[in-house]
């Protein structure tokens, strides 16, 4: 999907020109990420960290931690299933 943008300014005496219109493709994901690395930081946690992935040409704007214990189902950071 491309996405146009462009910017003019605005003050008290009105809007400025229109800037050139810039295009940008926003239709590639991020790559895969690399394992995590899990720290122990005590008998009930664990420092979860890793490398961020190429992001695509796209900034990355978040990421989501999953969690599964034992046989359970996949779940989020909040306890909720994981889709």
């Given at each position: ?25 926003m ?28 992001d ?13 214990i ?14």
């Amino acid at each position: 999907m491309k996405h146009k943008f462009a910017v003019r300014a605005i003050n008290a005496c009105g809007s400025g020109t229109l800037s050139n219109v810039l295009e940008v493709d926003m239709t590639t994901k991020p790559d895969r990420m690399e394992p995590a690395v899990l720290t122990p930081m005590d008998p009930c946690g664990v420092l979860v960290s890793w490398k961020a992935p190429s992001d695509g040409g796209n900034y990355i704007t978040g990421y989501r931690v999953e969690v599964r214990i034992a046989k359970s189902l996949w779940i989020d950071e909040k306890g909720n299933p994981a889709n």
